[in-house]
C-alpha cells in the first residue's frame, strides 16, 4: 500500500475514490460540500433523502459519481462537537474497507481536514497508513478453490489543510507503513493453525526477519540448551509434548555505538494451549491457538521497528512451546526448578504462560537491558477486567508504566494499570516449594503478575496481559495486531 498527501479542494483534485464525511445533524462536512458543488447537490440530496443519516462510521456508496470523483464514499462522522481523533479512525476504517470493496486503485480521504482536537498531521498520518493496511490485510487461509479477488486499492492519499502540515503527515504515513506491517505480521503467525505454526515455525520466521534485515540476528536454541541452562519452569511446560520447544532470542541493533542498554520484549509463545493435565473445557479450545499472540506481537514489533530503522538496541525474547497432556506432562503438585533457582508447586498445569516466562525474564538479564517488557495472553481474568478494550498493565516502577500507558494513548492502543503489589504474591504461598503458581480465582491478573515479579526484581519490569486485545472471537475471529502499535511507539519515545 502507498500513501500520498495532498492539498488540492476536494473540489479539483480527481480521484478515483473520495472519501468524505456528514455529520448526523444532517450537515455535510466542508470538504463534501465543496464536492457536493460539483455533483449537482447529489451529496445533499442523498442526505436530504435519509439514505445517510451521519451516524458515526456509516457508509453510503456513490459508484457512479461525476468529476472529478469517480466514486464517493459519504462516511458518517457522529456529533460535530464530539468529533475527535477516535471517531476520525473509526469512520476512516469504515471508508476505506467500502473502498477497497470497488474498483478504485487510489482513493483520497478527506476526513482529516477536519477539526480534531487531539490529533495532529502526524496522527492523522499514521492513522491513515494503518487503517488502510489493516482494511487490506486477508488471514492466510487454507482454503481449497477459487481465491476471493484482491481488492483493487493499492494508494491511498491524505488531505492537509496547507502544505505546513506536508512534513509531519508524511512522517506519520511513514511511521504507520512500518507499524501496519508488523501488525501484520504478527496476524500472520496467530492466525495460522497449530499444526502449522508450531515453534519450530516460530523459529523460522524470526529467522526470516533476520535474514530480511541486517540490522538483526538470531539464536536459537533447544532443549539440551534449556536443560543445561536450568529452566526448569519452561521444560516442565513443554514435557508432554513431542514438539520440541524452541527459546528465540532475537537482538536488534539500531544504534551499535549508544551506550545505552536494550530495551527486551519477551513474548509467550506457547503455540497451543490444551491446559496440559489440568485439561481446558473443549468449547472454544480452539482459540488456543492464538495463546502464542504474546510472541507474534514481540517479532511483529520487532519487524516494526526494523522496517523503520529505529536508532535503538532491543532483545526479543521468545519461549515457544506446546502445553499438552500426556503421560510425560506435568502434573498438578509437580516441584519445578526455575532457572532462577527459586521453586514453583505447580498447583495448575493451565497457568502455563506464567512457568516459561519466568525462565524467559531470567535470561534476559544477561543482556542487562535497560527495561523488560512481556507481552502475553496470561489470564482470563484480566478479559473479565478489561474486557476487549484495554490491554492490562502491570509495572514495578511507575516511570516505565507512565511510558507505556502513554504510548497506549498516543497509538490508539490503549492499556490499564492495574495492581501487582505485595498482598497478591502473598496469595502464592506453598507449603512445599517457595511458591506456587496459581492462587485461586480472586484477582488473577494480578497474582499472575505477581508470580512474574518474583522474577523481575533490581529490573525495570512491566507486564502486558492482552488476552482480551489480541484477538476476537465469533464470527469476526482473527487476531487484531495488538499490542503492536503499542510496543513501537514506547520505543518511537526513546529515540
Known amino acids: 500500500m502507498d500513501h500520498f498527501t495532498v492539498v488540492a479542494s476536494p473540489a479539483r483534485q480527481r480521484t478515483e475514490c473520495a472519501i468524505v464525511g456528514v455529520y448526523d445533524s444532517g450537515l455535510l462536512s466542508d470538504a463534501a460540500k465543496e464536492l457536493d458543488r460539483r455533483q449537482n447537490g447529489a451529496l445533499a440530496r442523498v442526505v436530504k433523502n435519509g439514505d445517510v443519516r451521519g451516524k458515526l462510521a456509516e457508509t453510503l456508496l456513490l459508484a457512479d459519481a461525476a468529476a472529478p470523483a469517480r466514486r464517493i464514499v459519504l462516511v458518517g462522522l457522529g456529533k460535530r462537537e464530539q468529533f475527535a ?22 482513493a483520497v480521504e478527506y476526513l482529516s481536514l477536519e477539526k480534531m482536537p487531539d490529533a495532529d498531521a502526524y496522527l492523522r498520518g499514521r492513522a491513515v497508513a494503518e487503517l488502510s493496511a489493516n482494511a487490506l490485510y486477508r488471514i492466510p487461509d487454507l482454503k481449497t478453490g477459487k ?28 511511521d504507520g507503513k512500518g507499524i501496519a506491517a508488523g501488525q501484520a505480521l504478527m496476524r500472520d503467525l496467530a492466525n495460522l493453525p ?24 538470531v539464536q536459537v536454541l533447544g532443549e539440551p540448551e534449556m536443560r543445561k541452562l ?41 503455540t497451543f494451549d490444551t491446559g496440559g493435565i489440568s485439561l481446558k473445557p473443549a468449547a472454544a479450545m480452539d482459540e488456543m491457538k492464538f495463546d502464542m499472540s504474546g510472541a507474534a506481537c514481540v517479532l511483529g514489533a520487532l519487524k516494526a521497528v526494523a ?65 523488560v517488557v512481556d507481552v502475553a495472553t496470561l489470564t482470563g481474568a484480566c478479559v473479565i477486567a478489561l474486557g476487549s478494550h484495554f490491554t492490562g498493565l502491570f509495572a514495578n516502577d511507575d516511570d516505565l508504566a507512565e511510558q507505556l500507558l502513554a504510548a497506549g494513548d498516543h497509538a490508539d492502543d490503549r492499556a490499564w494499570r492495574l495492581p501487582v503489589t505485595e498482598e497478591y504474591g502473598e496469595q502464592l504461598k506453598s507449603n512445599f516449594a517457595d511458591f ?60
Open 307 to 371: 522496517e523503520l530503522k529505529l536508532p535503538v538496541n532491543l532483545t526479543v525474547i521468545v519461549p515457544a512451546c506446546e502445553n499438552m497432556p500426556s503421560g510425560r506432562a506435568t502434573k498438578p503438585g509437580d516441584i519445578v526448578k526455575t532457572m532462577s533457582g527459586q521453586t514453583v508447586e505447580i498447583l495448575n498445569t493451565d497457568a502455563e504462560g506464567r512457568l516459561i516466562l519466568c525462565d524467559a525474564i531470567t535470561y534476559a538479564r544477561r543482556f542487562k537491558p535497560d527495561a
Open 436 to 495: 506456587a503458581n496459581v492462587s485461586g480465582r480472586e484477582g488473577g491478573a494480578s497474582t499472575a503478575a505477581a508470580y512474574l515479579a518474583k522474577f523481575a526484581k533490581d529490573l525495570k519490569w512491566a507486564h502486558l496481559d492482552i488476552a482480551g486485545t489480541a484477538y476476537l472471537s465469533g464470527s469476526q475471529k482473527g487476531s487484531t495486531g495488538r499490542a503492536v502499535p503499542l510496543l513501537v511507539d514506547y520505543l518511537l519515545n526513546r529515540q
Open 147 to 174: 481465491k476471493p479477488p484482491t481488492p483493487a486499492l493499492k494508494k491511498v492519499g491524505m488531505a492537509l489543510a496547507d502544505r505546513s502540515e506536508r512534513h509531519a503527515a508524511e512522517k506519520g504515513l511513514h
Open 194 to 217: 497449530a499444526n502449522v505454526c508450531t515453534p519450530g515455525y516460530l523459529a523460522q520466521a524470526a529467522r526470516g526477519l533476520a535474514r530480511a534485515y541486517r540490522s538483526m540476528r
Open 230 to 270: 536450568k529452566m526448569g519452569a519452561l521444560l516442565s511446560v513443554t514435557a508432554g509434548s513431542t514438539e520440541p520447544a524452541r527459546l528465540i532470542v532475537a537482538e536488534y541493533r539500531g544504534d551499535p555505538k549508544a551506550k545505552r542498554a536494550p530495551v527486551a520484549f519477551i513474548g509467550k509463545g506457547v
Open 85 to 106: 481523533r477516535k471517531q476520525y479512525r473509526k469512520a476512516l476504517a469504515a471508508a476505506i474497507g467500502v473502498a477497497t470493496k470497488t474498483g478504485a486503485r487510489e
